[in-house]
Nanobody, 124 residues
Framework: QVQLVESGGGLVQAGGSLRLSCAAS????????MGWFRQAPGKEREFVAA????????YYANSVKGRFTISRDNTKNTVYLQMNSLEPEDTAVYYC?????????????????WGQGTQVTVSS
């Protein structure tokens, strides 16, 4: 199995920045592409960003493109989400996900492992 633990969430004012981290442990050789999703109260979980194992391929939701950056350090089995110019609409629980095989996906069903989530709250 693979365990994913997110960290770095918190409360920030609009326009501020946060950096989320997701550390993978266990059978990490089973993981390839990784992604970030988020879920706001009363809304469905939505795709935020994804990255291939090599980091050569990245995808972003239109709502975060130009503000968020996904990256990874395979030597540390960690993926990051740098979030700049945060808006109140970014408030949500952010989840890290890992995929065993295949290229980065934008659908939650494509991922095999999930973290417990970290709360991000952006005040106006």
């Amino acid at each position: 199995q693979v365990q994913l633990v997110e960290s770095g969430g918190g409360l920030v004012q609009a326009g501020g920045s946060l950096r989320l981290s997701c550390a993978a442990s266990g059978r990490t050789f089973r993981t390839g592409a990784m992604g970030w999703f988020r879920q706001a109260p009363g809304k469905e979980r939505e795709f935020v960003a994804a990255i291939s194992w090599s980091a050569l391929t990245t995808y972003y939701a239109n709502s975060v493109k130009g503000r968020f950056t996904i990256s990874r350090d395979n030597t540390k089995n960690t993926v990051y989400l740098q979030m700049n110019s945060l808006e109140p609409e970014d408030t949500a629980v952010y989840y890290c996900a890992a995929r065993g095989l295949g290229s980065p996906g934008k659908s939650a069903y494509e991922y095999d492992y999930w973290g417990q989530g970290t709360q991000v709250t952006v005040s106006s």
